[in-house]
């Protein structure tokens, strides 16, 4: 069965210091994977998709995710973290052929001054 | 550019209550998506469609109902509200299968 794990539930970093978030996935075939943002009491926002293409996919807001089969995992980082990042971000999985994606269970990001 | 809009932001329902949660998308996307985000749980499916007239359920559909009469609208309903409904509901779409979804943002449901 398909399945996305987010590692952390909860990452705390420092205004300006790297950021990464852990994401993986489980799936009998190389599946579309995304991040998605949620700031507090809003939708959820793309933040960058792979869909087997680069191995490194770059986002919106300096974020980028690299997709290794190897380890079937899609890190999601950030080289400095900057206070409006605070957030709650999602890995997500979509199998080709199906209508099903499969959220993680989300990381909320905090970033502190 | 409104992308998706979801109405009502907030609601409280009395236990065995019913309500439309609607959702409206400007984009031309055939495919809707309602969901439900419970703390710690990610987000549940719990109806799709893939054009007007074609509806089909998701993971968590017991005690919702969907409907696709226009490309733009895709109203959810519950009948018979219970307190397991409370949550938040996000209505999403996308141009098709496998891109990355808009969503709408969102509607806090209690049911009381």
């Known amino acids: 069965a398909q399945s996305v794990t987010q590692l952390d539930s909860h990452v705390s970093v420092s205004e300006g210091t790297p950021v990464l978030l852990r994401c993986n996935y489980s799936s009998s075939y190389s599946p579309s994977l995304f991040w998605y943002v949620q700031h507090p009491n809003k939708g959820l926002q793309l933040l960058l998709k792979y869909t087997s293409a680069a191995t490194l996919v770059k986002g919106i807001n300096g974020f980028e995710a690299e997709f290794k089969k190897s380890e079937t995992s899609f890190h999601l980082t950030k080289p400095s973290a900057h206070m409006s990042d605070a957030a709650e971000y999602f890995c997500v999985a979509h199998t080709s052929g199906t209508y099903k994606y499969i959220f993680g269970t989300g990381t909320r990001l905090k970033v502190l001054a | ?112």
């Not at chain 2, 019913?18 to 309602?34: A, E, G, P, R, V």
């Not at chain 2, 749980?41 to 054009?51: A, D, E, F, N, Q």
């Not at chain 2, 007239?53 to 509200?81: C, H, M, Q, W």
Request: aromatic share 12%; charged share 15%.
């Open chain 2, 1 to 112: 550019n409104a992308g998706v809009t979801q109405t009502p932001k907030f609601r409280i329902l009395k236990i065995g209550q019913s309500m439309t949660l609607q959702c409206t998308q400007d984009m031309n996307h055939n495919y809707m998506y309602w969901y439900r985000q419970d703390p710690g749980m990610g987000l549940k499916l719990i109806y799709y469609s893939v054009g007007a007239g074609i509806t089909d359920k998701g993971e968590v559909p017991n005690g919702y109902n969907v409907s696709r009469s226009t490309t733009e609208d895709f109203p959810l309903r519950l009948e018979l509200a219970a307190p397991s409904q409370t949550s938040v509901y996000f209505c999403a779409s996308s141009y098709s299968i496998g891109e990355g979804y808009t969503f709408g943002s969102g509607t806090r449901l209690t049911v009381v």
